[in-house]
C-alpha cells in the first residue's frame, strides 16, 4: 500500500523535483489555454454575427456560490 504523505529519503530530493515541475507545468498548459480562449474570444466577438443570448438566473447564482464560497475556505 502506497502512503503518499510520506517520501522516503533516499531520492525524496528528485520526487519533490518531479512534483514541483508537474505542478508548474499543469499552471503554464492551464495558463495558455485561458489565454487561447480569451484570444479567441476577442477576435471572434467583433465579427457581426455573435449569437446572443441570456443566461438564466441559476448560473448567476451559482457564480456567487461559489465565489462566496472560495472566499470563506
Do not use: D
Amino acid at each position: 500500500m502506497a502512503m503518499y504523505g510520506i517520501l522516503p529519503k533516499e531520492g525524496a530530493e528528485g520526487r519533490y523535483f518531479a512534483l514541483k515541475f508537474a505542478l508548474w507545468a499543469g499552471m503554464v498548459s492551464i495558463s495558455m489555454m485561458f489565454g487561447a480562449f480569451t484570444s479567441a474570444y476577442l477576435v471572434r466577438k467583433p465579427a457581426g454575427n455573435w449569437y446572443e443570448f441570456k443566461l438564466p438566473t441559476a448560473f448567476l447564482f451559482s457564480t456567487i456560490v461559489l465565489l462566496i464560497s472560495s472566499v470563506c475556505f
